[in-house]
């Protein structure tokens, strides 16, 4: 197969390593202006599967505020954004919430679970 | 009432500015929040990317909060919330009011100014037009979405490329908004580059550069906008109108360090980041009385807004033991070529230099940091204005410095 010449920014962390790479049957053989290594996983994940945390909100019940921040516990394929929101868009919860309490197991079929990103206690 | 240190606002500065100041040894420390919780604007960038540096993990504002909140649960720190400071003087007496104490007074060894900053919003940057329903700044929208469970409109056009803007772009697509663009008047994006990626590139959200809305349509609700190319000069230019349709406009069009209280203490105020003018202590012209974090001059990362709070937070408690006296003999530090803001202003010599540098304009070509009259010259790959830099200079460096500490950016 012929070389691709793909052009990246990676998302790894706040540098934002812009890369030139050069694809060949979905491997790397070349790769231009990385700092570090991480970039060389992200650009093999991102031609295979681009994968994302989704951090969105649930409705909560009994508190002082109506939504609960809520974040995925690793990387889901980005593909499946809207599906997991469509589920979320369903889950019925109430206060106390603890942080990190998974309120929806397996999002999406993505394996991932979904997680509380703050404690909300019950409104007085 | 008495204190050691009074800590004005709980977002990320005054969190850690207060727990530092303990941890340093002072006993009566005080945490002022005009909230019902302390967290400040954190509470509501439910994204991720916070505390990468500082706890080698990849948290949600919330997240990061929450652990910044349990720390200080450790000390003895003690917080007033619901409660609104209205005056800090020159000698160190907070005024403050809540329901419960009404009007009341702290008379502090030291005060650590950390009440962050404000959007920009309409008014600021004069967009013609009607007064419809519809216009609001994305931190606005970030809160009504995040918090409180409002979808602010169905389709939108978010005006500035601020990273707060980029996200709520993504943010009202996921909930089910169309966002039909994003318009940015400079010819290069104002957010940081992985925002770009991760919240418009991800989901096919067009970015135009050069860009911006010159008028707004609608009577009671907004029904859309015109939106003009604008030449080298930032000048609309004529013939290049378009109208998009649209029910809401947000504004990422910059954000303001809140310097009322500063202004009220007498303290000497930067005309370039219209905060305090500090030095690397983070005290400012007022003795005693500190600054750090967003109302100093607007960071990119929460981890360097951290990084300013604990060293406020050390240098007040410090100065409330009366270990030291306050910022005596000092330096300028200005910006030189190329450079828009370089902060802190001053230098003391009494810790490492830690220079927060923002690029006048990008620089797409490696560039050197120069550092006069030290003989430090730092090497970046290029210069962005919305990746500041940072350079830590060791003390040792610095002690024969005699005039001014001078940084500049050229091209190598």
């Known amino acids: 197969m012929d070389i691709e010449k793909k052009h990246f920014t990676c998302v790894t962390c706040p540098v934002g390593c812009e890369v030139d790479v050069e694809v060949q049957n979905g491997s790397i053989v070349s790769m231009k202006g990385n700092k570090c290594d991480k970039v060389k996983e992200f650009v093999l994940q991102e031609l295979k599967e681009p994968m994302r945390v989704l951090t969105t909100t649930v409705r909560v019940e009994g508190a ?61 | 009432m008495q204190a050691d240190v009074a800590v004005i606002g709980s977002g990320p500065a005054g969190l850690v500015a207060a727990i530092e100041a303990y941890r340093s040894g002072a006993k009566d420390v005080l945490l002022l929040e005009r909230e019902e919780e302390l967290g400040g604007i954190l509470k509501q960038c439910i994204h991720n990317g916070f505390g990468l540096e500082q706890f080698k993990k990849d948290y949600t504002g919330p997240e990061y909060a929450e652990c910044l909140i349990e720390d200080l649960g450790k000390t003895g720190v003690h917080c007033f919330l619901n409660t609104m400071v209205i ?7 907070v005024t403050a009011v809540n329901s419960e104490n009404g009007v009341f007074q702290i008379e502090a060894k030291s005060v650590v100014l950390a009440m ?58 996921l909930e089910g908004a169309q966002v039909k663009g994003v318009y940015e008047i400079m010819d290069y994006p104002g957010g940081l580059k992985r925002n770009i990626v991760q919240c418009l590139n991800d989901f096919d959200i067009p970015l135009y550069l050069s860009h ?8 009671e609700r907004v029904e859309g906008v015109v939106v003009s190319k ?5 000048q609309p230019i004529r013939g290049s109108e378009k109208f998009i ?35 690397e202590t983070m005290e400012t012209s007022v003795a005693g009385i500190f600054s750090c974090g967003n109302v100093s001059t607007v960071f990119d990362l929460v981890d360097y807004v951290a990084q300013t709070g604990m060293s406020a937070g050390r ?80 003390k040792e460096k610095l002690k024969k410095v005699t005039g001014a500490v001078e940084v500049s950016i050229t091209e190598r």
């Open chain 1, 64 to 124: 002082k505020y109506a939504m609960l921040p809520v974040r995925t516990d690793k990387p889901i394929p980005k593909r499946l954004f809207l599906q997991a929101i469509g589920e979320l868009a369903k889950v019925d919860l109430r206060t106390p919430v603890h942080i990190s309490e998974v309120i929806v197991k397996d999002i999406a079929g993505s394996g991932a679970n979904i997680v509380a990103t703050r404690t909300m206690e019950i409104r007085e």
């Open chain 2, 87 to 93: 005056g800090v003087s020159a000698d160190r007496t």
């Open chain 2, 116 to 173: 962050g900053c404000r959007e920009r919003a309409r008014g600021s940057i004069g967009i013609p037009g009607t007064r419809p329903a519809g216009v609001l700044t994305a931190g606005t929208a970030q809160r009504l979405v995040n918090i409180e469970g409002y979808l602010p409109g169905k389709e939108a056009v978010i005006l500035g490329s601020g990273d707060i803007g980029l996200i709520m772009a993504r943010r009202l697509t």
């Open chain 2, 212 to 219: 911006t809305v010159t008028e707004i349509r609608g009577r």
């Open chain 2, 230 to 234: 604008v030449d080298e000069k930032m």
């Open chain 2, 245 to 279: 349709q649209c029910d809401t406009l947000l504004l990422s069009v910059g954000l303001i360090p809140e310097n009322e209280l500063s202004k009220g203490a007498g303290v000497e105020l930067s005309r370039t980041t219209t905060g305090p003018v500090t030095s």
């Open chain 2, 315 to 394: 240098n007040a408690a410090g100065f409330a033991k009366g270990d030291w006296k306050g910022n005596r003999e000092s330096v300028e530090v200005l910006a030189g070529e190329n450079v828009r803001v370089v902060f802190p202003q001053r230098y003391c010599f009494r810790d490492d230099l830690t220079l927060y540098i923002r690029p006048a304009k990008p620089i797409e070509k490696p560039v050197a940091i120069g550092i006069s009259p030290v003989e430090i010259s730092i090497k970046r790959l290029y210069a962005r204005p919305n990746e500041m830099i940072r350079v830590k200079v060791a």
